[in-house]
């Protein structure tokens, strides 16, 4: 075991298990692992085929904790799960062909909207209410265009996973999150086997990874299940805006390169 543990940075250990603990209520766990992989000297692109690999082990620990507690049906669902992967793998098999650009510019536009709804929404609790479209429709199409993003980009797929579960299909929050579990897992293993495919995964990290990832995800769903709306809101809303800020600090990010261009042509010279 000393053996398959070396050169293997704690911190990613530990980044593991702090993002299976924050992907398990709220998503984004990605937000902790892919700039602790960069940092660890993984290419983006294997940060990325890496990541995928970990956050299964999150996505299913956390997906089984709400099943057993009966939070989602497994059986029920697993038409859209089937969706949700099928979108996975058509973003990953195109993520090298669309340009990205416009999805980094307008992403982090999105975070903060849906941080604002779900900070705003009025009676918002665990209680389901009448959704707004059938259930065969969501799946049909909802459900595989969220998990063609994941394929593609990625970052934010829980939150837009639970803004369409809570204002479309109805569900209450913890419903919502132990759905978004399932359909996120699914995602994550289309554009997975897709990655490992074209050689883009460091198994030994993902699996050491996936290991923190399972522990910390276990940990959180048993909170979000014990305490609800009081933990889910709040963190769904730090989620999304710490990851928009993260995105919009990046210097590459096509929005603020724009700005500035802008800016600076508007400028008086």
């Not at 990205?100 to 982090?108: E, H, M, N, T, Y």
């Not at 918002?124 to 063609?148: E, K, N, S, Y």
Request: aromatic content about 10%; proline content about 5%; some cysteine.
């Amino acid at each position: 075991m000393s053996a398959f543990l070396e050169n293997v940075p704690p911190l990613l250990i530990f980044a593991a298990f702090g993002a299976g603990f924050i992907d398990s209520i709220a998503g984004g766990g990605g937000l902790v692992t892919v700039p602790a992989l960069l940092l660890a000297g993984l290419s983006p692109v294997e940060s990325l085929g890496t990541n995928k690999l970990q956050s299964l082990f999150g996505s299913a620990s956390a997906t089984i904790a709400y099943a057993q507690k009966g939070h989602v049906h497994l059986k029920k669902q697993l038409p859209s799960a089937l969706m949700s992967a099928l979108g996975g793998v058509g973003g990953a098999l195109l993520a090298g062909y669309l340009p990205g650009d416009v999805l980094r510019a307008f992403l982090p536009l999105l975070l903060i909207a849906i941080a604002i709804y779900f900070a705003l929404k009025p009676n918002m609790g665990d209680i389901d209410r009448a959704h707004r479209v059938t259930p065969f429709v969501f799946g049909l199409t909802i459900v595989p265009l969220i998990g063609f993003y994941d394929g593609l980009f990625g970052p934010g797929t829980g939150s837009f996973f639970m803004l369409s579960f809570v204002s479309l299909a109805g569900y209450g929050l913890l419903k919502a999150t132990a759905h978004t579990k399932l359909l996120n897992l699914a995602s994550n293993l289309g554009g997975f086997a897709t990655f490992a495919i074209l050689g883009l995964v460091n198994w030994k990290i993902g699996l050491l990874m996936g290991m923190a990832q399972f522990a910390g995800a276990r940990v959180g769903a048993s909170l979000a299940m014990k305490n609800g709306t009081k933990i889910i809101k709040p963190l769904l809303i730090v989620v999304c805006l710490a990851l928009a800020t993260k995105l919009l600090l990046d210097t590459d990010n096509p929005l603020r390169v724009w700005l500035s261009a802008y800016f600076w042509i508007s400028a008086p010279q």
